[in-house]
């Protein structure tokens, strides 16, 4: 089992940008696609970005298409989220997750219940 840790949440005013970082143990992170999540107070998850093994394959949440920046380092074995012109309505808590080697679609990387590895979370909250 690979376990992915997130960082780099935080309390940023609307407008503003954060990094997230998704940090992965083991060696077969390049074998696997990553997805990035995120769930508000009182509402269910929801896809934020997916990104496929070699980094070809990018989709994104319409809500976030313009804003949200989805990267991945196979040799740091590290997937990012770079967050810009960030909105309250984006608070909520931020997860990383990893997915069959055979995702590579939208409409399976952008379901939830296709990831079998999910981090711990970290906070976003934005304020107007």
């Known amino acids: 089992q690979v376990q992915l840790v997130e960082s780099g949440g935080g309390l940023v005013q609307a407008g503003g940008s954060l990094r997230l970082s998704c940090a992965a143990s083991g060696r077969t992170f390049s074998s696997y696609p990553m997805g990035w999540f995120r769930q508000a107070p009182g509402k269910e998850r929801e896809f934020v970005a997916a990104?496929?093994?070699?980094?070809?394959?990018?989709y994104y949440a319409d809500s976030v298409k313009g804003r949200f920046t989805i990267s991945r380092d196979n040799a740091k074995n590290s997937a990012y989220l770079q967050m810009s012109s960030l909105k309250p309505e984006d608070t909520a808590v931020y997860y990383c997750?990893?997915?069959?080697?055979?995702?590579?679609?939208?409409?399976?990387?952008?379901?939830?219940?296709?990831?079998?590895?999910w981090g711990q979370g970290t906070q976003v909250t934005v304020s107007s």
């Open positions: 997750a990893r997915g069959p080697f055979y995702l590579s679609d939208y409409v399976r990387m952008s379901d939830d219940r296709n990831y079998y590895d």
């Open positions: 990104i496929s093994r070699s980094g070809d394959n990018i």
